[in-house]
């Protein structure tokens, strides 16, 4: 059986960790992003293997509305971060090409 929930620092731990992954993500630290991101998706495992107290609803819901709306940010400088990089990527396939083409003649 599990130990019983503290519901009140777990919900606000989730909040937290959703707010500093978004900080995070904004700040370019995206390995800090992924590690927040494994200890949040540990935190809902547990907050959500049992239905919480009546009382607690309601920040729970906030939490998790935070929690949807920073994803939707993170999400977006991701995708930025994304093409970005493939950019990048892309200037450096033609970059060797160019030099290939150099070498070879």
Request: aromatic share 6%; net charge negative.
């Amino acid at each position: 059986m599990n130990p019983p929930i503290d519901w009140e620092p777990q919900i606000q731990q989730l909040r937290s960790l959703s707010f500093e992954m978004l900080e995070q993500a904004q700040a370019g630290e995206w390995e800090i992003v992924t590690e927040r991101e494994e200890q949040r998706r540990a935190l809902l495992d547990e907050l959500f293997q049992s239905p919480p107290p009546v009382q607690w609803i309601p920040l729970l819901k906030d939490a998790v509305q935070v929690t949807l709306t920073s994803d939707a940010q993170v999400q977006e400088l991701a995708r930025t971060e994304m093409d970005k990089l493939s950019d990048d990527l892309r200037a450096l396939r033609q970059g060797r090409r160019a030099l290939s083409a150099y070498d070879a003649s």
